[in-house]
C-alpha cells in the first residue's frame, strides 16, 4: 500500500475526452487494493486504527495527486469521487462502531464485575455458613458440656424432690404443708425464660426474613439489569447489522476525523450509565444487608440453640414426671383393680352375710328378749354394785341374784318395795352390762335386720321405764349422728345401704320409709306433718288373695338410681321426730309420751332369675323399729291430769304388748294373742305374727330408786325369755312332756325351733358367750345361778292363756303383780331353791 503510482504515457485530449485521468496503472491497482481492504474490513465489521490510517494516507496520496495535476490512470473522476464517498462512510461507521464497542467492552466490564461481585457475595456467603457451621459445632459442644452440668444438677435437684414427695406421701403428709418441698419456682423461672426467649426469637426471625427479603429484592433487581444490558447487547448488534447496510449515493460523506455518536447511542450510553450506579447502589445495600442478615443469623442462632436446650431440658424433665405419674397411674390402677376385686369379694361377702344373718335369725328364734342395763349417768352410787353386770358382755341365760343375807328380806312389803335391794333369780336370754355399746347392741339386731332384707317381717322393739334409754339405743332421736354414737336406726339404715350396694348387679331395690307415732292410742303420721291416720286392709304386696292391716299413712321412697338415699331417709326421720310428743316427766325432761313405729319396706326385685310363676324373683320384707313410750308408775308421770292420763294411756297400751309378747312366746298354739286390744299391737300384728321376726329390747335403769319398774321390766323380760326356754325345751323332747304334741307358736320358714338351747346347768361357772368374746368378768355380787332343771316337764300355769280380763289400770299395780308372778312360777316349776317372792300381790 506503500508504492507510488508510476507515470505512464497517454494522449491528454482522449483522457479528456472520456474524464479519466491520465495516470498510471499501478495507481488505479492501488486505488482496487485499498478498497478492496476497506470492503473485506467493513465485511467483517472489525475496522481498527490502524485501518483508518491507511485509508487516510491513500485519500491524502489521491488529493495530492489529483492536486498536482497527475490523476490516476484508468480511474474517472466519479469512481475517485465515489471511492472516496465509500472510504468516509466506512470510516464514520468505523467510529460508531469503535463508540459503541468501548460502551459496549464498559459494560461486559460492569457486567463481569458484577457477576464477580455476586460471585464473591456467594463464595463470601459460603465461607460464612462454612464458619458460622463451625462455630456452631465449637457452640454446641460447649453447650451440650454446660448442658451436661446442668442437667445432672437439675437430675439431682428433681431426685431430691421426688424423693421428698414420696417421702410424704409415704408418711401421709403430702398436701399438708404449705410448701411441699417442690422447687416450684424453678419451674416458673425456666417457663418465664422460655418466654423471653420465644419473644426473641420472634424478633430476630422477622429481622431475618425482612433481611432476607432485601436480598432477594437485589437479587431481582441485578437479573433485571443484567437483562437490561443482554437488551442493550441486542440492541447495539442490531445497530451495528443497520449501519452495515449499503449506503445510499445521496448520503453525505461525513470526514473521517468527526465525532462518531448518534443519539441512540448517547441514550444507550447513558441507560448504562444508570445501570452502573444502580449495581453500585444495589452492591452497597446487598452488602449492608449481607452483614445484618449474618447478624441477625447468629443471634437467631443463639436464640435457636438456647430454647432448644430448654426445651430439651423441660422435656427432660417432663418426661421424667411423665414416667413417674405413669408408675404412679399404673400403682394405682393395679389397686383399683384389686380394689374391685376385693370390693366384689366384699360384696359377695356381705351378701352370704345377710344371708347368713337370715339364718342365723332363724336358729335364735323369732322372739328374742334381750335386756340393757343402762349407765349411771350422774354421780355412781356404791349401793348399785349388785346390779352391776358383766360389763360390755353379752351373756346368755343369766342368773341374776342378791345376797343371801337379803334374801330374806325379799318378802318387804309392797310399800318397801322402792328400797329393797334388786334380787333376782331367773333366766335372760341376752344381757348387756352398763359398759355394753349401742355397737354390741347391734350385732345381736343384725340378724333380724337381714331376715327383713331378705324378705320377712320384722320388728324390734325397745321398751322401759321413761329415760332408761329407749331412744338412745334406738338412736331414733339422733338419726344424723355418727355411727359411732348412733343408736340401732342409723346403724341399720347403713346396713342396708351396704348391702343394696352389694347387690347392685343382680338386684333392683325400692325402699320406702313410714315414720308414725301412736299417741294416746291414735296414729299419727309424722312425715304428713303429724296429721291422724286410721287403719286399713290392703293386698300384701308380692302376694296374692293376702290381706294385712296397715295404717292409712303416706310414705317417702328412699332409694334412687338403685341406692339408698341415706341423706333423704335422715332428713325423713328428724323432722318427723321433731314432731314427736314430748314432756317433761319426773324421770326425763324430755320424755317420748309416745310410740314412734318407724317401717322401712324393702322390696327387692331380682335382674335375671324368674319364680315358678314366670315372673321375675322378689322380696318384700318390713322393719319397725319401735320406741315405745316410757313405762312408769302413776306417781313418776307428775304434772297435771293431762299427763296422767298420759300415763294411763301409755301403760294401757304396754301392758297389751306384754301380754302379746308373753302370749306369743307361750309354746300352746291355741293361746290367744291379744293383737286387736290395742291400736299398736293391731296395727303391728302382720309384723309379729307367724314367721315374723321380733325383738324386744328391754331397758332398765341402774338406780335404785328406780327398782320397782327394773323388777316390772325384768319380769316381763323373763316371763318372755321362760316361756321360750319352754318352748324350745318342748320342741327338743318331743316325747317327754305336754309341749311335745304343741309345735311352737311361731315355726320358723327353716321349720327349726330357734331358741337357743339352755345349758343344761345355767348356773356353769362358764356362761356361754358370744362368738370370741372372753368370759364375763363376774363381780362380787355375780352369783352362779342355781341349776335350772331345764328337762323338767312344763306344767300348770306357765301354759295356760293368758287371762283376758279387764284391762290393767294405772295404779293397780297389775304388771309388777305379773311381772313378779312370772319368775316365781318358773322357779317353782324348775324345782329351784325357794325363789325370793318380794313381788306377790
Ligand atoms: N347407754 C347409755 N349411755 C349413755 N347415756 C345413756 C344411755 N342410755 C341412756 N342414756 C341417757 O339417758 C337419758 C335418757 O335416755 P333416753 O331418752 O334414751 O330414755 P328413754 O327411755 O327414751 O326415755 P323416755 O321413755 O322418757 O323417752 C338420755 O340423756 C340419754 O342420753
Redesign the pocket.
Known amino acids: 500500500m506503500s508504492g507510488r503510482p508510476s507515470s505512464g504515457s497517454s494522449s491528454p485530449e482522449r483522457e479528456q475526452q472520456h474524464g479519466m485521468l491520465d495516470h498510471s496503472q499501478p495507481c488505479a491497482q492501488v486505488v482496487q487494493t485499498a478498497q478492496d481492504e476497506v470492503n473485506r474490513l467493513a465485511r467483517i465489521n472489525s475496522i481498527t486504527t490502524i485501518t483508518a490510517e491507511v485509508l487516510n494516507a491513500l485519500c491524502n496520496y489521491l488529493k495530492s495527486g489529483m492536486a498536482e495535476g497527475h490523476g490516476v490512470r484508468g480511474v474517472t473522476q466519479a469512481q475517485l469521487e465515489s471511492l472516496f464517498r465509500a472510504f468516509g462512510d466506512k470510516m464514520k461507521i468505523c467510529s460508531q462502531q469503535h463508540d459503541i464497542s468501548t460502551h459496549l467492552e464498559i459494560c461486559k466490564n460492569m457486567q463481569s464485575k458484577c457477576e464477580d461481585r455476586l460471585l464473591d457475595l456467594i463464595k463470601i456467603q459460603k465461607n460464612a455458613i462454612i464458619e458460622q457451621k463451625d462455630r456452631e459445632q465449637e457452640k454446641e459442644r460447649c453447650k451440650q458440656i454446660e448442658w451436661e452440668k446442668f442437667h445432672k444438677n437439675i437430675n439431682d435437684k428433681f431426685a431430691e424432690q421426688i424423693a421428698l414427695i414420696k417421702g410424704k406421701a409415704a408418711e401421709g403428709t403430702l398436701g399438708m404443708d404449705d410448701d411441699d418441698g417442690v422447687d416450684t419456682g424453678l419451674l416458673k423461672k425456666k417457663a418465664s425464660m422460655v418466654d423471653v426467649l420465644r419473644n426473641e426469637k420472634a424478633t430476630m426471625q422477622q429481622v431475618l426474613d425482612e433481611s432476607e427479603a432485601a436480598i432477594a429484592t437485589l437479587k431481582r433487581e441485578t437479573e433485571t439489569k443484567t437483562a437490561e444490558i443482554r437488551a442493550l447487547q441486542m440492541e447495539m448488534q442490531r445497530l451495528s447489522q443497520d449501519e452495515g447496510a449499503p449506503a445510499t449515493p445521496s448520503s453525505p460523506l461525513r470526514s473521517p476525523g468527526s465525532a462518531p455518536s448518534s443519539p441512540r447511542s448517547r441514550e444507550a450510553n447513558k441507560k448504562l450509565m444508570e445501570t452502573q450506579k444502580g449495581l453500585l447502589e444495589a452492591n452497597k445495600r446487598a452488602d449492608q444487608a449481607e452483614r445484618a442478615r449474618r447478624e441477625a443469623a447468629d443471634d437467631a442462632e443463639d436464640l435457636r440453640q438456647e430454647i432448644a436446650d430448654l426445651k430439651g431440658e423441660t422435656r427432660q424433665q417432663l418426661e421424667a414426671l411423665r414416667s413417674e405419674v405413669d408408675g404412679a397411674e399404673r400403682r394405682e390402677s393395679l389397686l383399683q383393680e384389686d380394689y374391685r376385686v376385693v370390693e366384689k369379694k366384699l360384696g359377695k361377702c356381705n351378701e352370704a352375710n345377710a344371708k347368713l344373718f337370715d339364718e342365723l335369725a332363724d336358729l335364735k328364734g323369732n322372739l328374742r328378749v334381750m335386756t340393757r342395763v343402762?349407765?349411771q349417768?350422774n354421780e355412781p352410787d356404791e349401793d348399785l354394785e349388785d346390779i352391776e353386770m358383766a360389763p360390755g358382755e353379752l351373756v346368755d341365760q343369766l342368773q341374776w341374784v342378791g345376797v343371801p343375807d337379803e334374801r330374806n328380806q325379799s318378802t318387804t312389803s309392797r310399800n318397801n318395795k322402792e328400797a329393797a335391794p334388786l334380787n333376782w333369780y331367773g333366766q335372760f336370754e341376752c344381757v348387756f352390762g352398763q359398759n355394753a355399746t349401742n355397737a354390741d347392741i347391734f350385732d345381736e339386731v343384725k340378724p333380724v335386720l337381714g331376715s327383713a332384707f331378705n324378705g320377712k317381717n320384722a320388728t324390734v322393739f325397745a321398751y322401759?321405764q321413761?329415760?332408761?334409754?329407749?331412744?338412745?339405743?334406738l338412736g331414733t332421736a339422733a338419726v344424723t349422728a355418727d355411727l359411732e354414737q348412733g343408736g340401732l336406726i342409723p346403724r341399720s339404715v347403713e346396713m342396708l345401704r351396704q348391702w343394696i350396694a352389694d347387690r347392685e348387679e343382680t338386684w333392683d331395690y325400692e325402699v320406702t320409709v313410714e315414720f308414725l307415732e301412736i299417741f294416746a292410742d291414735k296414729i299419727y303420721d309424722l312425715i304428713a306433718g303429724k296429721k291422724e291416720v286410721g287403719l286399713v286392709t290392703r293386698d300384701v304386696p308380692g302376694k296374692k288373695s293376702t290381706k294385712a292391716r296397715y295404717a292409712d299413712c303416706s310414705s317417702e321412697t328412699v332409694t334412687s338410681d338403685g341406692m339408698l338415699d341415706v341423706e333423704l331417709l335422715q332428713e325423713v326421720l328428724s323432722d318427723g321426730s321433731k314432731l314427736r310428743s314430748t314432756g317433761s316427766?319426773l324421770?326425763?325432761s324430755?320424755?317420748?309420751r309416745s310410740h314412734s313405729v318407724l317401717t322401712l319396706r324393702i322390696r327387692g326385685t331380682h335382674r335375671f332369675q324368674r319364680g315358678h310363676d314366670g315372673n321375675p324373683r322378689s322380696t318384700y320384707g318390713v322393719l319397725n323399729l319401735i320406741?315405745l313410750?316410757?313405762s312408769e308408775k302413776y306417781e313418776a308421770s307428775g304434772g297435771d291430769a293431762a299427763r296422767r292420763k298420759e300415763g294411763i294411756d301409755i301403760n294401757i297400751s304396754l301392758s297389751t304388748l306384754k301380754r302379746v309378747i308373753e302370749a306369743m312366746a307361750n309354746p300352746n298354739p291355741k293361746t290367744h294373742i291379744p293383737f286387736r286390744e290395742s291400736t299398736l299391737t293391731r296395727m303391728l300384728e302382720p309384723c309379729m305374727g307367724n314367721g315374723c321376726k321380733v325383738i324386744m329390747l328391754t331397758?332398765v335403769s341402774p338406780l335404785k330408786e328406780d327398782n320397782p319398774e327394773t323388777r316390772n321390766t325384768l319380769g316381763f323380760a323373763q316371763n318372755a325369755t321362760n316361756a321360750r326356754l319352754q318352748t324350745k325345751k318342748a320342741a327338743e323332747n318331743p316325747n317327754g312332756s305336754s309341749a311335745s304334741s304343741q309345735p311352737p307358736r311361731t315355726p320358723t320358714t327353716t321349720g327349726k325351733t330357734n331358741i337357743p338351747v339352755p345349758s343344761s346347768r345355767p348356773n356353769s361357772s362358764k356362761p356361754s358367750t358370744t362368738g370370741s368374746r372372753p368370759p364375763p368378768s363376774r363381780s362380787a355380787t355375780f352369783r352362779a345361778p342355781p341349776p335350772a332343771p331345764l328337762n323338767t316337764t312344763r306344767t300348770g300355769d306357765s301354759s295356760r292363756p293368758r287371762p283376758r280380763g279387764r284391762v290393767p289400770r294405772l295404779g293397780d299395780d297389775t304388771e309388777n303383780a305379773f311381772a313378779a308372778r312370772e319368775p316365781q312360777e318358773q322357779q317353782q316349776q324348775h324345782g329351784l331353791a325357794p325363789a325370793p317372792r318380794r313381788f306377790t300381790k
Not at 466 to 473: A, F, I, M, Q, V
Open positions: 343402762r349407765p349417768l322401759g321413761s329415760g332408761s334409754g329407749k331412744t338412745y339405743t316427766t324421770k326425763n324430755e320424755s317420748s320406741d313410750a316410757g331397758m
